[in-house]
């Protein structure tokens, strides 16, 4: 029986699946490790390491955002002057994925990457010829919806869930964007019309409207700021991480608390869940015009859509089901972690079609040479339990495999950038 590996690799985190083809139960585990490389030069490159905020990483050895940056033509920059293109550490990524998901294989896995499907041709292009440059490829790429259509009729929220003439608008709230697109299931899940697109939504404008809610409440005592003190830069960016992994906690919990260590301020403070809601649903509700643009667009009555699938980090947070099934009037499907989804349909779709990706043995030498494995704490905190009437996926560690970049001559090192401040259905509550 062949088995899958799905890869994503998403601006703020990147997962694998894997899966056996006809099993839908037999899902093995998953690896989340956040978007992040760190580059050594001849020492190897580790996926999944925390930012310099974030722990004792060396400076000039981190790079991350490339996963917004495939096909340009402009490389980015490393904190010590190495230059690389966006696509070259994407498939550096998925190359760390693979090899770390592969250890416990008895065989190879057959492997599909899914990609956003508002990306254009040359953008997939430039991925694609990334992936042959590196010598894989036999992993077959696949658009994101479509991926996670793959998951929803394996495990949907319905008997009829996936059929032949459902129509199924794909909701995709990710870390730094919101994509929505029309997917016509079936035997072969099609995008129908144009996928749209909105960087007004998503997980790190939150992060910032929380942050903007934690300063308010303590500028008094923190008094007056300085923007250019780096002691003030580095707290302030702890702080906006802290934020975040609030605002993920929030999803399964009802409050949480944020630890603030500011020049003159030190305490914790307490936010719970409908503090959180408060700040988002005003855009969580924007967001809907969105929607209909994408229905407006591809001709099509929001009549004709069967169901609402949420995937993506963001849209676990319980409200964005909530709201969507009451401004929609339509049954929303969600996988209890929806950041896995497309990786789970990717796997589903490389284990049934057989899309067989070069052993690691034939990777080349100098990359195979610098491949190791390392252990890491999950990125998203693990939640209590599922949200009610949604189908758990399995849990997993997650994991970074180094594995050495191509370089090129240095350049001058940028400076540090100063942070904004500040399967079931799920009915209507």
């Known amino acids: 029986m062949t088995v899958g590996l799905g890869l994503t690799v998403g601006a703020v985190n990147s997962v694998a699946v894997t899966a056996l083809e006809h099993d839908a139960d037999a899902q093995g585990p998953s690896i989340t490790a956040s978007s992040t490389l760190a580059l050594g030069g001849d020492a190897p490159a580790v996926l999944g390491v925390p930012s310099r905020h974030e722990g004792d990483v060396p400076r000039g050895t981190v790079i991350s955002g490339f996963a917004t940056r495939v096909g340009d033509p402009v490389a980015l920059v490393a904190d010590d002057g190495s230059t690389h293109t966006g696509e070259d550490l994407v498939v550096t990524a998925m190359q760390c994925l693979i090899e770390a ?21 040359h ?30 009729q394996r495990n949907g929220s319905r008997d009829d869930a996936g059929a032949s003439d459902d129509l199924v608008l794909v909701y995709d709230l990710g870390g730094t964007s919101l994509d929505v697109t029309l997917v016509h299931a079936g035997d072969t899940p099609r995008i129908i019309g144009k996928p749209m697109r909105s960087e ?37 960016a702890q702080l906006r991480a802290r934020c975040c992994a609030a605002k993920e906690a929030l999803s399964s919990d009802t409050e949480t608390v944020i630890g603030i260590d500011l ?31 994408t229905l407006r667009n591809a001709g099509v009555d929001l009549s004709d859509v069967g169901q609402v699938l949420l995937i993506g980090g963001s849209s676990a947070m319980p409200l964005v089901a909530e709201l969507l099934s009451a401004e929609l009037r339509l049954p929303v499907v969600a996988d209890a972690h929806p950041e896995r989804t497309a990786a789970q349909g990717a796997a589903l779709i490389a284990a049934a079609e057989g899309a067989h990706t070069v052993p690691l043995a034939a990777v080349p030498a100098a990359a195979a040479a610098a491949t190791t494995v390392v252990e890491v704490a999950p990125v998203l905190p693990a939640s209590a339990g599922p949200r009610p009437g949604i189908r758990p996926a399995s849990r997993g560690s997650s994991l970074s495999t180094p594995r050495r970049p191509r370089s090129s001559p240095p350049r001058p090192p940028r400076s540090p950038s100063w942070p904004r401040a500040g399967s079931r259905s799920v009915p209507a509550r």
């Open 200 to 236: 007004d939504f998503g997980g790190s404008e939150f992060d910032h409207l929380t942050l903007r809610y934690m300063l308010d409440g303590v500028v008094g005592e923190a008094g007056e700021l300085d923007p250019f003190d780096p002691d003030t830069m580095n707290a302030l």
């Open 101 to 121: 998901s592969s250890a416990e294989l008895a065989e190879f896995p057959a492997v599909a990457a899914a990609y956003p499907a508002v990306w254009p041709s």
């Open 123 to 152: 953008t997939v292009d430039a991925l694609r010829s990334a992936l042959d440059r590196a010598g894989l490829a036999g992993v077959a790429l696949v658009p994101e919806p479509e991926a996670a259509v793959a998951w929803l």
């Open 263 to 293: 020049p003159g301020v030190h305490s914790d403070v307490r936010l719970v869940r409908a503090e959180l809601e408060d700040l988002i649903r005003e855009p969580l509700a924007d967001s809907v015009e969105l929607v209909r643009e």
